[in-house]
Nanobody
Framework: QVQLVESGGGLVQAGGSLRLSCAASGRTFASYAMGWFRQAPGKEREYVAGITRSGGSTDYAASVKGRFTISRDNAKNTVYLQMNSLKPEDTAVYYC?????????????????WGQGTQVTVSA
């Protein structure tokens, strides 16, 4: 069992930055690839970014590539999402998820555990 807790969300103006954190419980964090997803009001949840369990490789959705950076610290059991140049369309609840595999996936169904989400609101 892995428990994931996101933090760092909030209200920011367009062009601003936020850093999300996702803290994982347990001693097997390094066994899991990690992903960030988001869900805007009235929309389906979508993939944002993923990172391999070693942290050596990352993947991004086209909509955030060049603006967002995913990273992890296996010693701290934490994965991060640095979000820069935020746009109003980035407004959503952001979720982290873990996948017991070497690499991330863009498919929700591939993930085993999910956090409760953290709200990010970007004002125009």
């Amino acid at each position: 069992q892995v428990q994931l807790v996101e933090s760092g969300g909030g209200l920011v103006q367009a062009g601003g930055s936020l850093r999300l954190s996702c803290a994982a419980s347990g001693r097997t964090f390094a066994s899991y690839a990690m992903g960030w997803f988001r869900q805007a009001p009235g929309k389906e949840r979508e993939y944002v970014a993923g990172i391999t369990r070693s942290g050596g490789s990352t993947d991004y959705a086209a909509s955030v590539k060049g603006r967002f950076t995913i990273s992890r610290d296996n010693a701290k059991n934490t994965v991060y999402l640095q979000m820069n140049s935020l746009k109003p369309e980035d407004t959503a609840v952001y979720y982290c998820a873990s996948r017991r595999s070497a690499g991330p996936s863009r498919a929700e169904r591939e993930y085993d555990y999910w956090g409760q989400g953290t709200q990010v609101t970007v004002s125009a």
